[in-house]
């Protein structure tokens, strides 16, 4: 039976790794977790005689500093593990003191971007290099754009009969509102217009008269504050 442990034992012998630490062990049981799901949602794949480096244009598409190391500019995070592990160890890449560690030549650090990189290190820098589906990049805001202001939004009247809020909270939002989200908003909102947070701690909130009428208190924490608008439902 494969198990995580199994899996695990295989992938120190074949790479000369350690992945006996906590971290390892839980990243190894995730990956196995992650791809046997893949592997029950995804239909069924022809076997490939050989991992050879041949395109797929069906996987993702890899990052040019990528596809330069492992020879392909399509695959999945499970092949494109495969193929950097050829490559290490075609071209002799581990570290002689240490299995763990990968030294990187001139490829490798146009890639991470540093000299050495460990085997689990490796797997999280990845990411960045699958790319899953083009993202429109949003346009960067310039002197002339006008800047939102941070309002919160605004809440659907509730019916009289329907508020199950204080008439004090009523009268400081400007309408009875029921929803928590944009209650909590509005204080803060009030919070930041008039400068209450004490500028040495801000979690610490000083009243000023409106909030002082509104929870007959002088000041409060960051989660007091919710706390308190709660005793006024």
Not at 7 to 14: A, C, G, K, M, P
Not at 61 to 90: C, P, T
Request: glycine share 4%.
């Amino acid at each position: 039976k494969l198990t995580a442990r199994v899996l695990r034992e295989r992938l120190q012998s074949e790479f000369e790794v350690d992945l006996s630490s906590k971290e390892d062990k839980e990243w190894v049981k995730a990956t196995v977790a992650s791809e046997m799901q893949a592997g029950q949602e995804a239909p069924p794949r022809k076997k490939r005689k050989s991992e050879s480096c041949e395109e797929d244009p069906s996987m993702p598409e890899l990052s040019e500093e990528m596809a330069a190391v492992v020879g392909v500019g399509h695959a999945n995070h499970f092949r494109l593990v495969k193929l950097l592990w050829r490559y290490i160890k075609d071209n002799s890449l581990q570290s002689e003191s240490n299995k763990n560690v990968i030294e990187c030549d001139d490829k490798l650090k146009r890639v991470f971007g540093r000299d050495t990189v460990t085997a689990f290190g490796m797997n999280k820098l990845l990411g960045k290099h699958i790319r899953t589906k083009e993202t429109p990049t949003k346009p960067s805001r310039t002197e002339d754009t006008p800047r939102k202001k941070d309002t919160p939004a605004k809440s659907k009247p509730v019916k009289p009969d329907d508020y199950r809020g204080s008439p004090e909270l009523a009268a400081f939002c400007g309408q009875p509102i029921n929803n928590r989200f944009t209650v909590t908003k509005l204080l803060w909102a009030h919070i930041k217009a008039n400068d209450l947070q004490d500028p040495n701690d801000k979690r610490r909130i000083i009243f000023d008269k409106t909030l002082k009428d509104l929870f007959r208190v002088d000041e409060t924490t960051a989660f007091g504050l919710a706390k308190r608008s709660e005793e006024h439902r």
